[in-house]
């Protein structure tokens, strides 16, 4: 029998820049996977809590809320899949869930053990000085040397904001005052919060477990590190424009699609990034990463850029933290190229450079500094990249980010959503009581950053992870500092 000839359907030119696209991340929804990922954050959050905010164990036990890991949603924002919770919540009763600590190697192992499943699934993480909590999940050590890392603070012993020295604030208005018993009263979880002119710190209180050197989460308020890192790099010539295609180390085939993705689009959320999720019961979906980097022990750049596309660049806001993961690796290719050491040169580029001495960056099991979160600073250190802000760009006399990056970072998108280029705004009203054009960078337990450009004030505000904040008494205590302090 002669073979027949293959059909010629597909383009057989040649590609002059390598392989072509990267193989898709697919996304294990299954319940093996799912168990995994929720002992690995589990294990995450001790470590932060312990090693890197410097939490007692008892402190960190009635902190943390265990969290089962979900399956990502589709477009429209709906779960879909197994759901462990239910599980999660029977496990922990039984006592069936156990943390262990190892001070000495600044080590957190949580294992879950389930008589009715094969055997314990077991998830690790570390914390290491400069590169916060590391996912290791079930690997014994991350894939990289996590190397002490040489900070250069020129402001370090200067007043604030360029160094840490305060000088007492002022004693706040008695309104101020009730404002924040208020505010304390409805925010169990909060470690402190924060009011400050570019000029010095006005007010500030903490909580029971908060302090002025106690480095707190930011989560996705990190998200806003990464934008203005890529506002720093415009401005010193290493990238163009936000309007050009993002230039990702693995998005190099000019006939891909992905070439139709710009930075601008990554940061306002707008990639259409997104990838197949395997299901349990044998389906693909489509799901839009929002944890997976916090609970997988990966290379969390290279997995974003594994992402597919799945919805038309620039058409559909989703909140995904793969596109921020994407804008890590840019940043980290950018300074590669440049013969730079990777880790100190993010330091450098931005928190360094306005005295953010306590801030620090969580790595992945690679190495990566995770751009969608988890970073870490006192509210002192958050607040001067409000100030930053407030000062269009400016530090010390010295233009740090191009003319025209604060309005451009802090104004929400044309199309209909409140979020700007991973800040968000007022636009929606959150807050009723304060000027529609307020930005903050935001977290994912009410951590914020508020840039009241109007007032001049910047207002920083640190809650622990999964305790819930009243937001209307937050509102009314910036709208009291804004009428008492101004």
């Known amino acids: 029998m002669t073979s027949r000839p293959v059909e010629p359907i597909f383009d057989r030119t040649p590609n002059p820049f390598g392989t072509g696209p990267a193989a898709p991340l697919v996304y294990d929804a299954s319940a093996a ?14 470590a ?28 429209d924002a709906r779960p879909d899949g197994l759901d462990l919770s239910a599980a999660l919540r029977a496990a922990v009763h039984a006592g069936h869930l156990a943390v262990e600590t190892d001070a000495g190697d600044r080590r957190v192992t949580v294992a879950w053990n389930d008589p009715d499943f094969p055997a314990p699934v077991i998830g690790a993480a570390i914390a290491r000085p400069g590169y916060g909590g590391i996912v290791l999940g079930p690997h ?38 009730t404002a924040l018993d208020g505010f304390f009263a409805g925010a169990p979880g909060a470690y402190g919060v924060l009011v400050a002119t570019p000029e010095r710190v006005l007010v500030e209180r903490y909580s029971a477990f908060g ?4 480095a707190t989460p930011s989560w996705s308020m990190t998200k806003a590190i990464t934008c203005t890192l890529i506002g720093r790099l415009i401005h010193d010539g290493w990238l163009a424009s936000v309007h050009d295609p993002a230039p990702a180390p693995l ?43 916090y609970q997988d022990g990966m290379d969390a750049f290279e997995a974003a850029q594994r992402s597919i596309v799945a919805a038309l660049p620039g058409s559909v806001f989703r909140y995904i933290n793969a596109g921020l993961n994407v804008l890590g690796a840019i940043i980290r290719d950018q300074i590669v190229r440049r013969g730079l050491p990777y880790h100190e040169t993010v330091y450098g580029l931005l928190a360094d450079r306005i005295g953010m001495a306590s801030y620090q960056h969580s790595a992945d099991l690679a190495g990566n500094f995770i751009g969608s979160g988890s970073g870490f600073a006192t509210l002192r250190d958050y607040a001067k990249l409000g100030v930053l802000y407030l000062q269009d760009g400016v530090w010390n006399k010295e233009r740090l980010l191009p003319e025209g990056w604060t309005d451009y970072a802090l104004a929400a998108t044309h199309t209909g959503t409140s979020y700007a280029a991973c800040f968000r705004t007022n636009s929606d009203r959150l807050f009723p009581d304060l000027p529609e054009d307020t930005a903050w960078a935001s977290g994912a337990s009410d951590q914020r950053i508020f840039i009241l450009r109007r007032a001049g004030l910047v207002v920083a505000v640190a809650n622990e992870t999964d305790h819930t904040m009243d ?15 101004t």
């Not at 937001?471 to 008492?484: E, H, K, P, Y």
Request: proline share 9%.
């Open 211 to 214: 302090a002025p050197d106690r």
């Open 33 to 46: 996977a799912l168990r995994q990922r929720t002992v690995n954050f589990a294990a995450k959050r001790y």
């Open 140 to 177: 014994a050590v991350p894939q990289f040397e996590p190397k002490p890392i040489a900070r250069q603070l020129p402001g370090a012993g200067q007043p604030w904001p360029h160094g840490e020295d305060t000088d007492g604030g002022v004693t706040p208005p008695p309104a101020l005052t």
């Open 471 to 485: 937001l209307g008494a937050l509102n009314r205590l910036l709208a009291t500092a804004i009428d008492t302090l």
């Open 48 to 75: 932060d809590m312990l090693f890197v905010s410097g939490l007692d164990r008892a402190t960190a036990d009635r902190h943390h809320r265990w969290r089962a890991a979900l399956v990502p949603a589709g477009l």
């Open 251 to 293: 998005w190099t085939d000019p006939r891909g699609i992905h070439r139709l993705i710009t930075l601008d689009h990554l940061l306002r959320m707008r990639s259409g990034l997104g990838f197949p999720v395997q299901q349990a019961d044998g389906r693909v979906t489509l799901g839009f990463e929002n944890s997976a980097v």
